[in-house]
């Protein structure tokens, strides 16, 4: 069984810090990963997506992927009470047409 | 555009009854799927169908049948169903195969109480 792993918070933060986000998977073929965000009762929503290793920044939003090690993180900085969400991480692994995903990590931005 | 819906919103069922939560995107994907979110569990993937005229089994198939009607819509049904069954559901979406599978639009969800 293919498995996403995150841990499930809540992760505390004060407004204005680095928030850091990690996620482990199983699979050494998956090829493509992504980080959701999901406000409370609402549905999930892409915020970004990484393929090689390395890092990748959008915005305040940055991912990471280490390949070797099979894990990827979310940086989120200067985390604003609007940041607060669950956060999903998912895997696509190798040559398949479907994502994994991990349970989620909680994040809790408090001013 | 709307994106992708979901019907019906919400949903009490009795044990044994049976239901279909209809599902429909409007942005012209390829794929769709089928998840389960129960608290603490994450996104459990039920069934996906990466074209129109194909269906897979994802994570946790057991009690549920699809059918990609065509192009638009992916219907998800439950034939009998069971407390086990409580759940949020929520469609998804995607333009492409493989590495544009990540890029998953979702619809609104299905609140489903099976007493």
């Known amino acids: 069984q293919k498995e996403v792993e995150q841990n499930s918070g809540p992760l505390s933060v004060p407004e204005g810090a680095i928030a850091s986000l990690n996620c482990t998977y199983s699979d050494r073929g998956s090829q493509s990963f992504f980080w959701y965000r999901q406000y409370s009762g609402k549905s999930p929503e892409l915020i970004m997506s990484i393929y090689s290793n390395g890092d990748k920044e959008d915005g305040r939003f940055t991912a990471q992927l280490n390949k070797a090690s099979q894990y990827v993180s979310l940086l989120i900085r200067d985390s604003q009470p609007s940041d607060s969400a669950t956060y999903l991480c998912a895997v696509r692994p190798g040559g398949y047409n479907k994502l994994i995903f991990g349970a989620g990590t909680r994040l809790a931005v408090h001013p | 555009n709307a994106g992708v819906t979901q019907t019906p919103k919400f949903q009490v069922l009795k044990t044994g009854q049976s239901m279909t939560l209809q599902c429909a995107q409007d942005?012209?994907?390829?794929?769709m799927y089928w998840y389960r979110q129960d608290p603490g569990m994450g996104l459990r993937l039920i069934y996906y169908s990466a074209s129109e005229g194909t269906t897979d089994k994802g994570e946790v198939p057991n009690g549920y049948n699809v059918s990609r009607l065509n192009k638009r819509e992916f219907s998800l049904r439950l034939e009998s169903a069971a407390p086990s069954q409580t759940s949020v559901y929520f469609c998804?979406?995607?333009?492409?195969?493989?590495?544009?599978?990540?890029?998953?639009?979702f619809g609104p969800g299905t609140r489903l109480t099976v007493t």
């Open positions: 998804a979406s995607s333009e492409a195969q493989l590495a544009g599978v990540g890029e998953q639009y």
């Open positions: 942005m012209n994907h390829n794929s």
